[in-house]
């Protein structure tokens, strides 16, 4: 191996990028359906899926390119890498989103939980209120992102766990 040694970063950059743009648009593509506040089983495993496979195909690529020599602390820091850049546009995005494209969506969201909880749930409509009221104050665009950043990377630490089990390969095996 010459001394020229891929880095990780390269790697994450990129296909953090690439999964950014990919969840932007697939948020997008909820929001022309009017469902980009209600959530659901299908939208998580469709954006598991998707970050999944953004994070799988770096990790390849960059053990492709490191001479097919990947440890699993660089399998790990591509994987978290793609999900933190990644999450930095999706973030982005949502603000743009629900700030200046669709700024009722805090409003539609609280409502559509309201429903859930009066329809599905033992609580008075009392304590729905104030649970209502809690999920407001901590629905700032600040505790949002922070959030999601800290989401974001433990996701993808999780997610990224077993790919980097299976594809890892140091240079003395």
Excluded: C, W
Aim: hydrophobic share 50%.
């Amino acid at each position: 191996m010459d001394n020229k040694q891929t880095t990780t970063g390269k790697f994450a950059l990129t296909f953090g990028l690439l999964l950014g743009i990919a969840a932007s648009a697939f948020s997008f593509i909820l929001y022309t359906m009017d469902l980009h506040y209600q959530g659901g089983t299908s939208v998580v495993v469709v954006s598991t899926l998707l970050s999944l496979a953004f994070i799988v195909i770096g990790m390849y690529q960059f053990k492709t390119a490191n001479e097919g020599i990947m440890s699993f602390g660089q399998a790990l820091k591509v994987g978290v890498g793609i999900g933190l850049i990644s999450a930095v546009i999706s973030i982005a995005f949502n603000l743009v989103l629900t700030n200046l494209i669709d700024p009722e969506t805090l409003t539609k969201s609280m409502e559509f939980q309201r429903q859930n909880l009066i329809e599905n749930s033992e609580l008075t409509l009392e304590q729905i209120d104030m649970q209502m009221e809690m999920i407001q104050k901590f629905s700032t665009p600040a505790i949002q992102a922070g959030i999601g950043l800290l989401a974001s990377v433990i996701f993808s630490f999780l997610l990224s766990l077993i790919p980097a089990a299976i594809l890892k390969r140091n240079e003395e095996e």
